[in-house]
């Protein structure tokens, strides 16, 4: 029986044209001097973004935890929406290696989403010397933990301009922000407008066996690369890796496959009785009475996911077909019970 890996979309594997291309890579040392194919990475990554320049680091943990070194200053506050990636799945990185003090901000624009209100009022005025200092907002796009959910340009802009209004820096986590560009159609450049820094990852939904970015103004990616060296991230004749994520960047439009892949298993779902949000990009939150169990009905028919408090989480990705998902909608249906119980 296959097994239909749903837990992610970071467990895909190099297409052919990948391995092809990675074989034939234009190679130097990126810490001597530059590797050229990682160079040209960095460049088209940048320009999609549209920032000055853009940083390749082995993962998208150390692409955030860059900015957040950049960014701010022992024991500066900063703020994020609750159940950020950037909060609670990077083992405490902002807290032990920025030295930064986490606020989470909760859900009051919807799954996922704070207001402009929100980070105004958070913010606060300069106190005195002993106060508590706010020096910058993380923003997530789509936000991972609450299903996968889109900031559209104009919401993000707005949440920037509260930010600035209160000299607040800011850092956007779009590891999967070319999801949110295929959802709402907005350009990526319009949906990082403002930011100070942004990371994006290859690795989850574009199928790279590795790699983030993290992008900016030049002299803060020239400080990124001296902090990236510093974390163990440099690395040598990278262009291996990195023509991977350039042939990855051509899979950006089948992004809406994967959505529409999402979309289908959650219709699914919900004729079996069970109560969830239909997913705006390719995550899907299936809450249940008994996760454990569900998880483990689940595996016994060969549709892997994961736990996530009370809740199911799948993720859609390029190397399920649309015959996996018809089959996992099979499988699904014989777990009922176990789903609903």
Same mark, same amino acid.
Request: net charge neutral; hydrophobic share 45%.
């Given at each position: 029986?296959?097994?239909?890996?749903?837990?992610?979309?970071?467990?895909?594997?190099?297409?052919?044209?990948?391995?092809?291309?990675?074989?034939?890579?234009?190679?130097?040392?990126?810490?001597?001097?530059?590797?050229?194919?990682?160079?040209?990475?960095?460049?088209?990554?940048?320009?999609?973004?549209?920032?000055?320049?853009?940083?390749?680091?082995?993962?998208?943990?150390? #692409?955030?935890?860059?900015?957040?070194?950049?960014?701010?200053?022992?024991?500066?506050?900063?703020?994020?929406?609750?159940?950020? &990636?950037?909060?609670?799945?990077?083992?405490?990185?902002?807290?032990?290696?920025?030295?930064?003090?986490?606020?989470?901000?909760?859900?009051?624009?919807?799954?996922?989403?704070?207001?402009?209100?929100?980070?105004?009022?958070?913010?606060?005025?300069?106190?005195?010397?002993?106060?508590?200092?706010?020096?910058?907002?993380?923003?997530?796009?789509?936000?991972?933990?609450?299903?996968?959910?889109?900031?559209?340009?104009?919401?993000?802009?707005?949440?920037?301009?509260?930010?600035?209004?209160?000299?607040?820096?800011?850092?956007?986590?779009?590891?999967?922000?070319?999801?949110? #560009?295929?959802?709402?159609?907005?350009?990526?450049?319009?949906?990082?407008?403002?930011?100070?820094?942004? #990371?994006?990852?290859? #690795?989850?939904?574009?199928?790279?066996?590795?790699?983030?970015?993290?992008?900016?103004?030049?002299?803060?990616?020239?400080?990124?690369?001296?902090?990236?060296?510093?974390?163990?991230?440099?690395?040598?004749?990278?262009?291996?890796?990195?023509?991977?994520?350039?042939?990855?960047?051509? &899979?950006?439009?089948?992004?809406?496959?994967?959505?529409?892949?999402?979309?289908?298993?959650?219709?699914?779902?919900?004729?079996?009785?069970?109560?969830?949000?239909?997913?705006?990009?390719?995550?899907?939150?299936?809450?249940?009475?008994?996760?454990?169990?569900?998880?483990?009905?689940?595996?016994?028919?060969?549709?892997?996911?994961?736990?996530?408090?009370?809740?199911?989480?799948?993720?859609? &990705?390029?190397?399920? &077909?649309?015959?996996?998902?018809?089959?996992?909608?099979?499988?699904?249906?014989?777990?009922?019970?176990?789903?609903?119980?």
């Amino acid at each position: 029986m296959k097994t239909i890996d749903l837990r992610s979309d970071t467990v895909t594997t190099p297409s052919p044209e990948m391995y092809a291309a990675m074989a034939r890579a234009d190679v130097g040392d990126d810490v001597l001097e530059r590797d050229p194919t990682m160079e040209r990475l960095e460049l088209k990554v940048a320009e999609m973004l549209g920032k000055e320049a853009a940083l390749w680091t082995p993962t998208g943990c150390m #692409s955030n935890v860059i900015a957040l070194m950049i960014h701010l200053r022992r024991g500066d506050r900063f703020l994020a929406p609750a159940q950020s &990636h950037i909060l609670g799945a990077e083992l405490g990185t902002a807290a032990w290696l920025a030295l930064g003090m986490p606020e989470a901000l909760p859900w009051d624009g919807g799954p996922g989403k704070i207001t402009p209100a929100q980070v105004t009022a958070a913010a606060g005025s300069p106190g005195p010397y002993y106060s508590l200092r706010t020096t910058l907002l993380c923003l997530e796009n789509t936000h991972n933990f609450a299903g996968g959910t889109c900031l559209d340009a104009v919401s993000h802009r707005a949440l920037v301009e509260a930010a600035q209004g209160k000299n607040l820096k800011v850092h956007l986590d779009g590891a999967r922000l070319w999801h949110a #560009s295929v959802a709402t159609g907005d350009s990526l450049a319009e949906l990082c407008k403002g930011a100070d820094t942004v #990371s994006v990852c290859l #690795s989850k939904g574009l199928g790279a066996p590795m790699g983030s970015l993290v992008a900016g103004d030049r002299g803060t990616i020239t400080e990124a690369r001296r902090i990236r060296k510093m974390l163990g991230g440099g690395v040598r004749q990278g262009g291996v890796v990195a023509v991977a994520g350039l042939v990855a960047l051509d &899979h950006i439009p089948c992004l809406a496959d994967d959505h529409a892949k999402a979309k289908r298993l959650a219709e699914a779902f919900i004729s079996i009785g069970l109560e969830l949000a239909m997913p705006e990009t390719n995550i899907i939150f299936v809450p249940v009475k008994r996760p454990t169990l569900a998880v483990a009905k689940l595996e016994s028919v060969g549709v892997r996911c994961l736990p996530v408090g009370n809740a199911l989480r799948f993720i859609t &990705h390029r190397n399920l &077909h649309d015959s996996d998902i018809k089959e996992a909608i099979k499988r699904i249906e014989l777990a009922t019970d176990d789903l609903l119980g």
